[in-house]
C-alpha cells in the first residue's frame, strides 16, 4: 500500500511538472508562431496551431531589412554583455575578496557605504552619468555602452558574502608557499569559486543583454543600436511589422537560452553556495 501512495505520488508530481513546463513554454511557442507566420495570420481573429504555410523566408527579411540593422545590433549586444559580465566579475571579485579578507579598519564602513548605493534609485544617477559619457565624448560607442555599467554593488555584496566563507586552510596554505593576496586569489581562489562566478555572471549578463533605456539613450547611432533598441523599431507611429518582431525576439532569446544550456550545471552550484535567493 505505501509503495502504491509512493508511486502514485511520483506520477503525480511528474504530471504536474510536464503541465508547468508546457505553461512555461507556451510565450516561446507565440514567439516561433507568429514569427513563421504573414501579418495577415497574426492578426487574424481566426486561431490556429500553426499557420497553413510557415514562412522561413521572414528570417531572411528580418537580416536584409535596410531599415533595421539587425546583424549589427545582435553583435553589439554580445560585444557588450560579454564586456560587461567579464568586466563586473572582475571588479566585484577583487572588490569582495579584498572586502572579506584583506585587514582593514575601513573594510566594513567601505562595504556598508557599497550597499548604500542600492538603495539610490537608477532614475536618480541617469542623468549624471549621461552627461559624463557626454562630456567624454563616448556617445553612440562601445565605451559609454560599456564602462559606466561595469561595476555592481549587487555582484560585490555576493562576492564578499561567499569569500567570508571561502576555506582558509586553502589560502593559509598558498601563504606557506610564498603567495600573496594576488597569486592566492587567481591561482587559489578563483578557480575553486568557478560556481559563484557562473551564477553570478548569469546574471550580469542577462541583465546587460536585456538593458534597454540606457542603450537607447546612448547608442543613437543606428550602429550602436542593440537587441533591445532594435526590436523597439519594428513597432512605431508610423509603421507596424509584427512578423519581423516576433522572428527577432526568437533570434534574440537563442543566445541566452545557449548561454543558460552551457552553464546550468554551474549556476545551480553556484545559487546553492552563494546564496542567491
Not at 7 to 18: D, E, I, P, T, Y
Not at 80 to 107: D, E, K, M, N, Q
Not at 230 to 249: K, P
Request: hydrophobic share 55%.
Amino acid at each position: 500500500m505505501d509503495d502504491a501512495l509512493v508511486r502514485a505520488g511520483r506520477a503525480l508530481r511528474l504530471v504536474l511538472l510536464v503541465v508547468l513546463a508546457l505553461v512555461f513554454l507556451i510565450p516561446f511557442y507565440l514567439l516561433v508562431r507568429d514569427g513563421l507566420s504573414s501579418e495577415r495570420d497574426i492578426t487574424s481573429p481566426e486561431w490556429s496551431f500553426f499557420p497553413g504555410a510557415l514562412r522561413w523566408g521572414n528570417v531572411r527579411e528580418l537580416f536584409d531589412d535596410p531599415s533595421v540593422p539587425f546583424a549589427r545590433s545582435l553583435l553589439n549586444s554580445a560585444l557588450i554583455a560579454v564586456a560587461t559580465t567579464l568586466g563586473t566579475l572582475l571588479l566585484a571579485s577583487l572588490a569582495g575578496y579584498g572586502l572579506a579578507r584583506i585587514p582593514y579598519r575601513h573594510a566594513n564602513k567601505v562595504f556598508y557605504g557599497i550597499l548604500g548605493t542600492l538603495l539610490v534609485p537608477a532614475a536618480v544617477t541617469f542623468v549624471p552619468s549621461f552627461v559624463l559619457v557626454s562630456s567624454l565624448g563616448w556617445i553612440s560607442t562601445l565605451r559609454g555602452l560599456i564602462v559606466p555599467t561595469l561595476f555592481s554593488a549587487f555582484a560585490c555584496f555576493v562576492f564578499r558574502q561567499y569569500f567570508l566563507g571561502f576555506p582558509r586552510e586553502l589560502e593559509d596554505a598558498a601563504q606557506v608557499d610564498g603567495l600573496g593576496y594576488w597569486r592566492t586569489y587567481w591561482l587559489v581562489v578563483v578557480p575553486n569559486a568557478r560556481p559563484v562566478f557562473a551564477a553570478v555572471g548569469t546574471i550580469v549578463f542577462l541583465g546587460a543583454w536585456n538593458s534597454f533605456l540606457w542603450p537607447l539613450v546612448i547608442g543613437q547611432d543606428q550602429n550602436a543600436w542593440t537587441v533591445q533598441v532594435a526590436l523597439s523599431s519594428f513597432t512605431t507611429s508610423q509603421v507596424i511589422r509584427l512578423h519581423e518582431l516576433f522572428v527577432a525576439a526568437v533570434v534574440s532569446v537563442l543566445p541566452l537560452l545557449l548561454v543558460f544550456l552551457c552553464f546550468q550545471r554551474w549556476i545551480v552550484a553556484g545559487v546553492e553556495r552563494s546564496g542567491i535567493d
